[in-house]
């Protein structure tokens, strides 16, 4: 699996951003695809994620701000990302996961993209 991410880029605060990753490869191997990032100094952490049958969850902080949803290709996952803070400000990673034998697996981390939110 690969995964092709784009989207991020400066906004100011309030501001909205759309960002894309789109998967390549054996994707029906795929079981969630999902958004995480990492702010400098900190940790990366989940942000949103989607399973197969578009069931979602998000971090607490993006809750009522942040979207997660599939495209009609089902290999293509966007994160609409509104009400920007910049606590936001991160590098943003696509990621993909199987789950199998009761655990969960990374099958491909895309590139990261830099969301800035910043007056």
């Known amino acids: 699996v690969q995964l092709q991410a784009s989207g991020g880029g400066l906004v100011q605060p309030g501001g909205s951003l759309r960002l894309s990753c789109t998967a390549s490869g054996s994707i029906s191997s795929i079981t969630a695809m999902g958004w995480y990032r990492q702010a400098p100094g900190k940790q990366r952490e989940l942000v949103a994620a989607?399973?197969?049958?578009?069931?979602?969850n998000y971090t607490g902080s993006v809750k009522g701000r942040f979207t997660i949803s599939r495209g009609d290709a089902k290999n293509t996952v966007y994160l609409q990302m509104n009400s920007l803070k910049p606590e936001d400000t991160a590098v943003y990673y696509c990621?993909?996961?199987?789950?199998?034998?009761?655990?969960?697996?990374?099958?491909?981390w895309g590139r990261g993209t830099l969301v800035t939110v910043s007056s």
């Open positions: 990621n993909a996961v199987r789950f199998e034998g009761g655990h969960f697996y990374d099958l491909a």
């Open positions: 989607i399973t197969g049958n578009d069931r979602t």
